[in-house]
């Protein structure tokens, strides 16, 4: 995966009223921190972290008043979640490997929901250990097999070379689950015979 440029730059006014002024001005206040390297105060473009965010970009190469390799480590949302107050980036090399968060995307239709089951998205994102220069925009994940009552863990999902899952692997990611109510009878892959109305026309001669 390739960087993404962030333009950066120091600053020196720290607190809540600084900050607002520079929220208003269209920046964000940022943190950078890590490899033993003291800790810088930011500012960055409001429009470029939402593009950012927007296009799953996690490896960013830092310019400015600061030349730096970071991953965006921590996103600080309004009370909407419409804008962003603040983010904490975090130095890396990129041979070096992270723990990283990522969304997961659903690929495939499960046959198990038109078999009358219930598909589970249980586990939106999942936490990985990769390389920095290897970080997916996001993980996918193979539905196409599911069946009723069957389930994926977080311990079967693929994931690119060199990456370790970090989630737990007994945790459901998505699964196929029986209605409340239903038995294994109702999803039996034969057909059951259907019950005969009325009487037969032998029976009826009988009685006749």
Known sequence: MSSETLEVKKRDRLGSLASKKLRQSGS???????????????????????NIIKHGTKLLSLTGDVNDTAILREVQWDAFGVDVL???????????????????HLHGEAPGSSQGGMLTFNLHELTIRCPAARIPEHIEVNISKLNVGDSIHAAEVPLPDGATMVTAADQVV????????????????????????GKSAESQDEEG
Not at 34 to 50: C, K, P, R, T
Not at 86 to 104: K, W
Not at 174 to 197: C, L, M, N
């Open 174 to 197: 998505v699964q196929v689950s029986k209605p409340s109510g239903a038995t294994a009878a109702d999803f039996a892959s034969e057909p059951t015979e259907p019950e005969v109305i």
């Open 28 to 50: 964000i206040p940022a943190n950078l921190y890590g490899h033993g390297e003291s800790n810088e105060n930011l500012s960055v473009s409001s429009d470029a972290i939402q």
């Open 86 to 104: 603040h983010v904490d980036l975090t130095r890396v090399s990129q041979a070096e490997a992270v723990e990283v968060t990522l969304p997961v």
